[in-house]
């Protein structure tokens, strides 16, 4: 009896976690965009330029950039800049993955412009403002795999290329939680389109 007890308090312990985690994530900053066209499978965003920390890695996976590039955002944003100043987390984190290399970027807060923005003390973090761009966006949940990510890009193209869409450039996964979160996990596959409004 004293281990059901237990095993009880542990699960709704665990739960209460869950719930906390997932409300915190409602409250995070996200990239902002204006929605253009949605459908039953697929969006499509306008995203204005935005203030990005971003690694360079040769890794050509998701496996290979997601624990270094993140450890080396988190260090930046977390004090690791010049100015030891902490910046606040945002959502979605970007990673773009080729056969070539790849990246990871943080989006940085709407307060910040690349002038604002503390100095890295890590050399290889880039801070850059990204273009305007429109993108077609599909979603999925759960964590994060290269199966799951390659299955979802080739589905989105393909819904692309039965409306006519003209892509114009790589993909990028957004991911919206942190990796202890493992309720309500949202993933997004995003393609840089030509659209015009």
């Known amino acids: 009896m004293k281990t059901v007890l237990i095993a009880a308090a542990l699960i709704g312990i665990y739960f209460i976690f869950q719930s906390f985690i997932s409300v915190s994530a409602l409250k995070t900053e996200k990239q902002k965009f204006r929605l253009v066209f949605k459908d039953a499978d697929f969006e499509l965003r306008f995203y204005p330029s935005a203030t990005m920390a971003t690694v360079y890695s040769n890794a050509t996976n998701y496996k290979g950039i997601a624990n270094n590039g993140f450890r080396k955002l988190a260090g930046f944003i977390f004090g690791g800049n010049e100015q030891k100043e902490s910046i606040s987390m945002t959502a979605p984190v970007r990673m773009n993955m080729t ?3 790849s990246s990871m970027s943080f989006v940085m807060p709407e307060k910040y412009n690349s002038n604002k923005l503390p100095t890295p003390n890590d050399k290889n973090i880039e801070i850059k403002n990204s273009e305007p ?4 966006v599909i979603s999925f949940g759960g964590y994060a795999t290269d199966e799951k990510i390659e299955f979802y890009k080739n589905k989105l193209m393909q819904i692309l290329a039965e409306r006519k869409i003209t892509i114009k450039g790589a993909y990028n996964l957004l991911g919206y ?3 202890y979160q ?3 996990r949202t993933n997004e596959i995003s393609i840089p389109v030509e659209w015009k409004e």
Do not use: M, S
């Open 99 to 101: 056969d070539k290399g």
């Open 133 to 136: 761009e429109y993108a077609a």
């Open 177 to 179: 939680n942190a990796p």
């Open 182 to 184: 493992f309720i309500g």
